[in-house]
């Protein structure tokens, strides 16, 4: 099985802050990650997909990067309303979530 | 206007069934596939199973034997079953269309979830 490892567990950062939030795979899954973003109570909602492709609707701060074992979620300038849980998710080989990065307002 | 709803009970007895409606609008179950993920409460996410939009179904090895999954195409319904419940099976249950990227599945669509606590 493909192992997912997304860190950090916890972030807390400034508004308007670079955040990064990372996630690694223990073999290459070929681009097939998406992102979601998920608010206290509520469903997912997802924000990147194909590695990089944003989903229709969601706001330019967000972005992804990545290939092979190493992707990253990175939002440009924090906002108040960023405050969530991230998970990733891969298709490639078997769905799986990730463990999930608790963002917050410093 | 693509929506999911899960419907069923808040609360469920140790070693019973549980039973959730998930009703779909806005789009066919014979053009995407939906799946079954549940959360636990403070929990990531987790696969349970899909329906397959031709009428096939998939279940995560963990609960196999456990979990069923049917559709009613006419009502635009799934429905998830889960028997032998145990403490551990407290959750939060959502429905969720996949749809296909270039590389891979993922969900655009989600139900808004239903809390479900098994009780002893």
Redesign the interface.
């Known amino acids: 099985d493909i192992q997912m490892t997304q860190s950090p567990a916890l972030l807390s950062a400034s508004v308007g802050d670079r955040v990064t939030l990372s996630c690694k795979t223990s073999q290459s899954i070929y681009n097939s990650l998406a992102w979601y973003q998920q608010k206290l109570g509520k469903a997912p909602k997802l924000l990147i997909y194909d590695a990089n492709s944003l989903q229709t609707g969601i706001p330019s701060r967000f972005s992804g990067s990545g290939s092979g074992t190493d992707y990253t979620l990175t939002i440009s300038s924090l906002q108040p309303e960023d405050v969530a849980t991230y998970f990733c998710q891969k298709f490639y080989s078997g769905l799986t979530f990730g463990s999930g990065t608790k963002l917050e307002i410093k | 206007q693509e929506q999911l709803k899960e419907t069923g009970p808040d609360l469920v007895q140790l070693t019973q069934t549980l039973s959730i409606t998930c009703t779909v609008s806005g789009f066919s179950l014979t053009t995407y596939n939906v799946?079954w993920?549940r959360q636990p409460p403070g929990k990531?996410?987790?696969?349970l199973g899909t329906m397959w939009k031709g009428g096939g179904t998939d279940y995560n090895s963990t609960f196999k034997s456990r979990l069923s999954i049917t559709r009613d195409t006419s009502k635009s319904q799934v429905f998830l079953k889960v028997n032998s419940l145990q403490t551990d099976d407290t959750a939060k249950y959502?429905c969720?269309r996949l749809f296909g990227?270039?590389?891979?599945?993922?969900?655009?669509y989600?139900?808004?979830?239903v809390m479900v606590t098994v009780s002893s």
């Open positions: 799946y993920v990531g996410l987790e696969w959502f969720a990227g270039n590389s891979g599945g993922y969900f655009d989600w139900g808004q979830g």
